[in-house]
């Protein structure tokens, strides 16, 4: 048998070493989805308080800043309520210094008021800067507290990181090519929208569920970032942007509905469904009326690309008629108020079909440059009147507490919206399931005149909503959502009601949702009063919890089974039951 050298033999091991190694890294993104880096959000303090106040009425100029790890966009935060005129320029990763760029120094939109989103201040609208790791900004006043926020969506944070990227996505591309072109066979007609699921809103999960209103006008917008950038990576822009409006602005999703490329490509916005009027945070005081698409880019002197403009011209002459509205001429809508927005709040507004951002809020959104463009993007629009008659779903849930099990009613009714009621429609009641969006829970039928009702069990706190899905020739519509809140039910059982003083009597019981533990909390009488003296964590296997207490003194003793409460349930105390302790024949029973 021949020997192999020695030489060779170690060659081989290295390169079956190496082999190794790089499956290893390229294991996450052996995948038929293409592969997408992880993410990442990260800060920095910066100087922009009172010690800048040196600087004069020219303003500061900061100093270059290094980020801790190259990011693709960047913002401001700071505390208190000073809106200072900011600009951002960012060196490119290879060398290159970007023009200076104004930023808005506040969130550009923002969600309606006396709505559970929580608004945003004190933060700057963000900037797209590619690959780069240094910027400047330029502050017209000084501001305290001052932080850098940075977000990554390219997997480019350090040199490691590029080097796993680059294997990742090498390794993904060959799968991934078969099944890209299946989707590309399988794109609907005209709008080609770009979901959520491809540019990466995994890593961006909205914080709750959604809410709808109408779809009345479209509001243009633009996202004051850079415009140099590739098709490649439009979606990472995208991504950065939601992240940024997540994470900076603490909203609850990415503030607009639909983005547009410079390139034309349309994307999904906020989650919730793309024919569906789902409420952004784009418009503030009127979001619950309208749906708003951003120019990705700044178009205060640039004008928006034709491809771009082809784009919403399609989006808006399907998307309005898709809510029973025509695309051309005006329409009343009232305002819901807001700090930015121009017109008080239930003050009627008249708004064209198609409006900018700035029509509604006090803003310069979308830039000179593209509101100059609104009227041939309504001459490209056209006029296109609704052709499916839209219906309206109203449902309540009741009662909103309930103890476990006890059921719940959602009923309502389906109209057209000429008000005609629509029997023999299938109704579905869905739950909000966190990352996997709406659940159906349960399916009912209308009855005459529309109304309809389900009766539901839940096990624990439940976010609830009715929709109709389409038929009858008719579009689909979903209702305003309901809380329910359940509390669990405990019982509570005692081996025996008299033992002697030194016995250990059994407390066991039931809770139901099942839980993991109880609290037993156990009290003795002593002058009139109960005294706690005594707290005992029990755990609960299948929902059954079972403890023994040692009785030392005589008296008597009150046990009460105690749930907390946790993010799924209420809190909950069951009925106690007592234990009476009594002197040995021995001896007398103590007196305290």
Not at 305 to 320: E, G, H, T, V
Not at 373 to 396: C, E, F, H, K, Y
């Amino acid at each position: 048998m021949l020997k192999q050298h020695p030489v060779k033999r170690t060659l081989v091991i290295l390169v079956l070493a190496c082999a190794l190694v790089l499956a290893a890294v390229a294991a996450p993104a052996l995948s038929l989805r293409p592969y997408r880096p992880e993410p990442v959000d990260f800060e920095m303090a910066a100087p922009g308080g009172p010690a800048v106040r040196a600087a004069g009425a020219a303003g500061f100029v900061s100093p270059v800043l290094r980020a801790p790890r190259r990011f693709n966009l960047a913002g401001l935060r700071w505390s208190g309520s000073a809106e200072p005129r900011i600009a951002v320029r960012v060196r490119r990763s290879e060398g290159r210094w970007g023009r200076w760029t104004p930023v808005a120094g506040h969130p550009d939109g923002g969600p309606d008021p006396h709505r559970a989103e929580p608004g945003s201040r004190s933060v700057s609208s963000p900037l797209w800067a590619g690959e780069a790791d240094e910027l400047q900004y330029r502050l017209s006043r000084p501001v305290a507290g001052l932080r850098l926020h940075f977000v990554n969506t390219t997997g480019s944070t350090t040199r490691i990181a590029r080097v796993r990227t680059a294997v990742r996505a090498a390794a993904s591309s060959a799968l991934v090519a078969v099944a890209a072109l299946d989707a590309a066979r399988a794109q609907t007609p005209a709008p080609a929208i770009v979901p959520r699921s491809a540019w990466g809103a995994a890593d961006c999960a909205p914080r709750g569920p959604a809410a709808y209103g109408e779809v009345k006008a479209a509001f243009v917008h633009h996202t004051v970032t850079a415009n140099d950038y590739t098709p490649a990576q439009a979606p990472a822009a995208v991504l950065a942007i939601c992240r940024y409006h997540r994470n900076a602005n603490g909203w609850n999703d990415v503030g607009y509905n639909f983005l547009v490329d410079k390139y034309g490509v349309i994307y999904e916005g906020r989650a919730g469904g793309v024919g569906l009027a789902v409420l952004g945070a784009q418009a503030q005081g009127y979001n619950a009326q309208t749906t708003g698409i951003a120019n990705i880019g700044t178009h205060s002197t640039l004008p928006q690309s034709d491809a771009a403009l082809d784009s919403i011209a399609r989006l808006i002459r399907w998307k309005l008629p898709l809510h029973g509205q025509p695309t051309a001429g005006t329409v009343p809508v009232t305002s819901a108020g807001g700090a930015s927005n121009r017109f008080g709040r239930g003050q009627e507004v008249t708004l064209e079909r198609i409006s900018g951002h700035r029509d509604g809020n006090r803003t310069s959104c979308p830039g000179e440059a593209l509101y100059a463009q609104l009227p041939n993007l309504r001459a490209r629009v056209g006029g296109v009147a609704p052709v499916t008659p839209r219906t309206r779903i109203d449902a309540t849930v009741g009662p909103g507490v309930v103890r476990y099990p006890q059921q719940v009613r959602l009923k309502g009714t389906l109209r057209r919206l000429t008000g005609a009621g629509v029997s023999g429609a299938p109704v579905e009641v869905q739950a909000f399931a966190g990352r996997a969006g709406w659940r159906t829970v349960a399916r009912t039928t209308s009855a005459a005149g529309g109304a309809f009702e389900a009766l539901l069990s839940p096990p624990a706190k439940r976010v609830l909503r009715a929709r109709f899905p389409g038929g009858q020739g008719l579009l689909g519509s979903t209702s305003r959502q309901g809380v329910v809140l359940v509390r669990p039910t405990l019982t509570t059982t005692r081996s025996v009601s008299r033992a002697p003083v030194g016995r250990t009597p059994v407390i066991a019981g039931t809770i139901g949702p099942a839980k993991r533990r109880v609290l037993v909390v156990v009290e003795r009488r002593i002058g009139g009063r109960n005294r706690r003296v005594a707290r005992v964590l029990v755990p609960a296997r299948g929902g059954r919890f079972r403890t023994a207490f040692r009785l030392r003194r005589a008296g008597l003793f009150r046990f009460s089974a105690v749930f907390a409460g946790d993010a799924a349930n209420l809190s909950a105390t069951g009925m106690p039951v007592y234990v009476r302790a009594v002197g040995t024949a021995g001896g007398a029973a103590s007196r305290r």
